[in-house]
């Protein structure tokens, strides 16, 4: 039963080692994991089925931890066969790892310099170069090393330690500038050149965290032609502006967005060589990549010249769903943003290449959530359709250093990050209007927004009815907008933001993103999306964005 067993995972083993041979691509590495049969596995999470789907298309690299841990697996199927045969003895491990030579006992050979290659077949080895010579080429090896290297890998941890450390001199030039007369020993100018550096050493790491969007783009390649492969359809992919640098964490969580997006054109969108041809279209469809920059957003566009969105059988989902009332008038472009709502899916049935029955949900909460940014989705004039995703370019407010408004609300300091005000106002009485649900709405410019009296809604004071001794500071996030009434505004700096060690936000059901440190007066700062989410419920002020 033993040599049964050996007989049927040996081939699994000697499968998985042939991927580190060279570079395995997507068939093989495919047929490795439908042997070992995690492609059968059933995960309720869309993330790891997408990052299933990455290693399984040739998006994730083999490498020599992911061939470790599929070995293991194949050791797993041998201990369950040998445990149900009954003849389980002592395991050995996965990948056993070669027994050291042993060393001569006498007579050890000399150190010898070692020749860079091994010689050709049939020709003698080269001989030990001499002592000059050795040096000669050391020394050139140190000029090279002189004329400076062009790229350098850099360690995660040490990037983050090096923001780190920025974000603690900034504090302590935020002390500094803010210590009065106790400061008086300090001239203006030192005051102004620690600035400076710290500008310039800002500047620097945030230089070094760029990265272009070609790492994520050109395996999109493989992935495409993978695809329109195995759905046996003709495919014309391009990419434009991969040369874009982005930062290191915007571009890793783009991939999977765009993966799903990816999938989506193939399987939804470009039709088959026969429906084409019948269409009266080329067989061969167009599917485009695109990214480009415009002001502190970046935008990354997934397009697809096939068969486009269907409004009618969207608007009939959402009736169907009560997420619209019948007769309702609605614009195509209304219509097709439908799909965006969770668990929201017009597939008849689910399918290995796109959806698996996760909806365009999953790619709107990673664009909005963890970007902070938004997406749109158009119908072409001349047939297909375009997912464009917005980016602001900032940091998320997560993470280290940002740019703040700084506002006090009754005895309260909070912070708002800049990046989501869009302008602030000074209201006058006839401004307000109550609206008949109870709530109130401002008009901004002649705009109408959604009027929230921070001190009221956070429970920190509360404030009258005149609004003309405070300041309105309206804020956006994607398509949602608001006007928000504080009692005054400080300044605007630049803040480090940390995180709690508790769930504060889950404890007392604040809007707060985390603790924002300004030296002496540190303050919580804001959780914009959150406060405008409150609002989702409530009708929309008249001709509100």
């Given at each position: 039963m033993k040599d049964i067993i050996a007989q049927c995972v040996e081939p699994m083993e000697d499968m998985v080692l042939r991927l580190e041979e060279g570079q395995a691509g997507p068939e093989a590495v495919r047929e490795a994991l439908d042997v070992l049969g995690i492609t059968h596995l059933k995960l309720p999470s869309a993330q790891l089925t997408t990052l299933l789907d990455m290693f399984g298309d040739g998006i994730t690299p083999v490498n020599e931890g992911l061939v470790t841990a599929l070995l293991r697996i194949c050791e797993a199927h041998r201990k369950f066969l040998l445990t149900l045969a009954g003849v389980l003895d002592q395991p050995r491990v996965a990948a056993p790892a070669p027994a050291p030579r042993p060393e001569p006992a006498a007579q050890p050979e000399p150190v010898q310099?070692?020749?860079?290659?091994?010689?050709?077949?049939?020709?003698?080895?080269?001989?030990?170069?001499?002592?000059?010579?050795?040096?000669?080429?050391?020394?050139?090896?140190?000029?090279?090393?002189?004329?400076?290297?062009?790229?350098?890998?850099?360690?995660?941890?040490?990037?983050?330690?090096?923001?780190?450390?920025?974000?603690?001199?900034?504090?302590?030039?935020?002390?500094?500038?803010?210590?009065?007369?106790?400061?008086?020993?300090?001239?203006?100018?030192?005051?102004?050149?620690?600035?400076?550096?710290?500008?310039?050493?800002?500047?620097?790491?945030?230089?070094?965290?760029?990265?272009?969007?070609?790492?994520?783009?050109?395996?999109?390649?493989?992935?495409?032609?993978?695809?329109?492969?195995?759905?046996?359809?003709?495919?014309?992919?391009?990419?434009?502006?991969?040369?874009?640098?982005?930062?290191?964490?915007?571009?890793?969580?783009?991939?999977?967005?765009?993966?799903?997006?990816?999938?989506?054109?193939?399987?939804?969108?470009?039709?088959?060589?026969?429906?084409?041809?019948?269409?009266?279209?080329?067989?061969?469809?167009?599917?485009?990549?695109?990214?480009?920059?415009?002001?502190?957003?970046?935008?990354?566009?997934?397009?697809?010249?096939?068969?486009?969105?269907?409004?009618?059988?969207?608007?009939?989902?959402?009736?169907?769903?009560?997420?619209?009332?019948?007769?309702?008038?609605?614009?195509?472009?209304?219509?097709?943003?439908?799909?965006?709502?969770?668990?929201?899916?017009?597939?008849?049935?689910?399918?290995?290449?796109?959806?698996?029955?996760?909806?365009?949900?999953?790619?709107?909460?990673?664009?909005?959530?963890?970007l902070g940014g938004d997406i749109l989705i158009e119908n072409l004039p001349s047939a297909g359709s375009r997912f464009t995703l917005s980016i602001p370019l900032s940091r998320s407010v997560n993470e280290g250093i940002v740019d703040a408004l700084v506002c006090r609300v009754g005895p309260e300091t909070l912070i708002m990050p800049s990046r989501d005000v869009l302008e602030i106002y000074a209201p006058k009485a006839g401004d307000v209007v109550a609206l008949p649900d109870g709530g109130e709405a401002v008009s901004v410019r002649g705009q109408m927004y959604h009027l929230l009296r921070l001190g009221r809604h956070l429970g920190l004071a509360e404030d009258g009815a005149d609004v003309t001794r405070g300041l309105i500071v309206t804020v956006c996030m994607g398509e949602a907008r608001a006007a928000l009434l504080v009692d005054e505004v400080l300044r605007q700096q630049q803040v480090v933001v940390t995180g709690f060690t508790v769930p504060v936000q889950d404890i007392f059901g604040l809007p707060i993103l985390g603790f924002g440190m300004m030296g002496e007066s540190d303050a919580l700062v804001l959780d914009i999306e959150k406060l405008l989410g409150s609002l989702s419920g409530q009708p929309a002020a008249p001709g509100a964005a």
């Open positions: 310099p070692k020749p860079v290659q091994a010689p050709p077949d049939g020709l003698e080895p080269p001989q030990a170069a001499p002592a000059d010579e050795a040096e000669k080429h050391a020394e050139q090896a140190l000029q090279t090393g002189k004329q400076g290297i062009s790229s350098v890998r850099v360690p995660t941890e040490r990037l983050d330690s090096l923001i780190e450390l920025v974000g603690k001199l900034m504090v302590t030039f935020a002390v500094l500038s803010q210590s009065g007369t106790r400061g008086a020993t300090l001239s203006a100018s030192t005051l102004a050149e620690l600035d400076t550096v710290i500008n310039g050493l800002q500047t620097q790491v945030d230089a070094i965290r760029l990265v272009p969007l070609r790492q994520i783009f050109l395996p999109m390649n493989r992935l495409v032609q993978s695809l329109s492969q195995k759905m046996q359809k003709k495919v014309r992919f391009t990419i434009t502006g991969d040369e874009l640098a982005l930062d290191k964490t915007i571009v890793e969580s783009l991939n999977e967005p765009l993966v799903h997006l990816l999938r989506n054109a193939l399987d939804h969108g470009v039709e088959t060589p026969e429906e084409r041809l019948a269409a009266g279209k080329d067989e061969t469809g167009s599917v485009g990549l695109a990214a480009y920059r415009k002001g502190d957003t970046a935008y990354v566009e997934v397009s697809d010249d096939g068969k486009g969105l269907s409004a009618a059988r969207i608007r009939a989902k959402a009736e169907e769903r009560g997420l619209v009332e019948p007769g309702a008038e609605l614009s195509e472009a209304e219509t097709i943003q439908f799909i965006l709502r969770s668990g929201f899916s017009t597939a008849e049935t689910v399918t290995d290449v796109s959806g698996r029955g996760v909806g365009m949900d999953a790619v709107a909460n990673a664009v909005r959530a963890t």
